[in-house]
């Protein structure tokens, strides 16, 4: 360790404190003849007084002191373990029981003289090994390597061993997350890369939600292993009942293949459905034969109700838009035709009504009742004193009885929803629509999705908007003529997607009904095994604002009625809970809070799937291991090579201890032995004084 005394002032005020601090003892000891000391006395006292005069004179400079030691830093040595279950499909897996961990503990003691040795396990999770079990049930090894530098940053690593099966199924690729690293990492290839018969169940694909009544496609990735010539029958069931079979018999030893099914949705709620294969002889893994799905079926879509005062080619185009989404239902009659209630309409839209021989304010009164959102479709059969005298949210005084065609301009501020750049870009070529030439005028609320562009002009007029008045939800076109719109998005891009999306958000924005429940539960409806189940509240009083002081009681059931009981936990202005990790099953919930003398209550439904993902792949990937060793600049080997990369290691020349110098600042005067030394000088001067009587 080094000291330097460091000034802020000139060295030269050195030389003026210590002549200060002579003067002012010689003066008082050598000038002043009155005090009867003995010469040793003398002498001594005026050192004293030389030294802690100068001392504090010296202090008024400010110094510091600096202080520099010098580090050394082992190199680390990284040994990160996978401690996935697809290491125990091996042929060998009760040597890594037996025999693995203590070669590895020699290995690792063995560099222990040299390195910082550092033992990590990765699978799921990265963490220091408490017990290596192989029981992780997922691995992700891009994992390691941003844990490596959250941990590590500017740390002297010399090298990561990484040992495992080259196996990953969760993350992105390690070579990508490897990129850029600048240490080398040394691969151990474990695990059997010989090919063992083996039937997989790869992969369900499926929509997460249908509708009841609707017949739902599957396709299901099988892949065989070592297995040709022999036959598995692939099944999906629910409730133990078979819904769908099939037989497949594998063709080669990697047999792989593709089965596309139609199932009908014929119960509504959360549906538990198992696709499997059948055991072939001899088979290395059961484990990934078969595979657990749920999809959620609705029981109702959108009803949406269309209007008309006559045939027109708009009905048709609005029709088949809207039934192109599953999400809805369309029905379409003539006013004076329609004798069905408007209470079983989330939407109705009223095209060219009211009009001269069909008055609506009754109709339109009953809707408003029932809660209907409504979209007009204005027309020359519009009766636009009847439109105006509705009142809602637009008001058109005619100028002329010729209408005016307007192409339609998008309003780049307008957030009521939002439309895909394709479908924006589109409005700028469709065609004209036939709308009224008169003045209009429009409340400050409302929200124009489209202006009227007539010719080259951009004007204020909307050609398509939005009101909102209380809960009430009103739509208006102010022109006909989107047929030709649904036709000229055909011709320029070859399919009817853009027209339709437009469509079916702004029916989407209409018809959705707010959620005006004061108690509210929010959880996902699946997860997986090693993921905690998350319940989120909120409760509302009579005004609708946040409150979190009455306390929620939450109760999760399984299906063998066990229970478990929780209170949920305050936020800020809300609840939540991590209720933590469930076994696999179905789990039905009810969340209950007591307001002053009413209770509300919410219910649902999760399912917990088992995760299996070390299942799918039994054949160890030893080609990634090796390229992610010669990317950084390492090697790989086996592990009857644990002496070789012992050697490998302690030979590279770019592993070594790191020395750095840390330097510390102190100001002197925060010193205390300086303290007590000034004091001690000072206390024995004065004694000696005044025990001679000078004081």
Known sequence: MNINILFDYPAWLIILCILCGLVYSGILYYRNTSADFSPFWKRLLAVFRFLSVTLLALLLLAPLVERSTRHVEEPLLLFLQDNSSSLLFAEDSLWYRDQYIPEKSNFLEGLSDAHDVRRYTFGEKFSEPEEIDFSARETNMSEVFREIDARYSNRNIGAVVMAGDGIYNRGVNPLYASANVTYPVYTLALGDTV??????LKNVNHNEITYLGNRFPLEIEVEALQSEGLASRLTVSRNGEELFGENITFISNHHVENISLNLEADEAGMQHYVASLSPVEDEVSLDNNSQDFFIDVIDGRQQVLILANSPHPDVGALKEALVSNDHYE??????????DSPEAYDLIIMHQLPSDNHPVEAFLQRAEEAGSAVLFVIGSQTDLNAFNQLGYGLTIQLRSEEATDASPAYNQAFVLFSLQEAT??????LPPLKTPFGNYEIPGGAHVLLNQKIGAVRTDDPLIMFHEAGERRTGIITGEGVWLWRLHTYLRQDSHEAFDEMVSRMVNFLAVQEDRRLFRVH??????ENESALFEAELYNRSYELINE??????VTREDGTEFPYVMGRTANAYRIDAGTFEPGTYDWEARVQVGDEVYADVGIFNVVALDLEGLRTIADHRLLN???ENTGAKMFYPNQWNEMAEDI???????????AQKEFVEII????????????LAVEWFVRKRSGSY
């Open 195 to 200: 090919p063992r018969r083996d039937v997989i």
């Open 330 to 339: 369309a029905d379409v009659s003539l006013f004076d035709e329609f004798d």
């Open 424 to 429: 924006r870009n589109l409005f700028d070529e």
């Open 523 to 528: 959880t996902d409806n699946l997860i997986y």
């Open 550 to 555: 009455p306390e929620v009681q939450l109760t």
């Open 627 to 629: 390229q992610l060793a």
């Open 650 to 660: 302690r030979g590279r020349d770019d592993i070594k201890p790191r020395m750095y």
């Open 670 to 681: 925060n010193l205390k032995p300086l303290f007590f030394i000034i004091l001690t000088l």
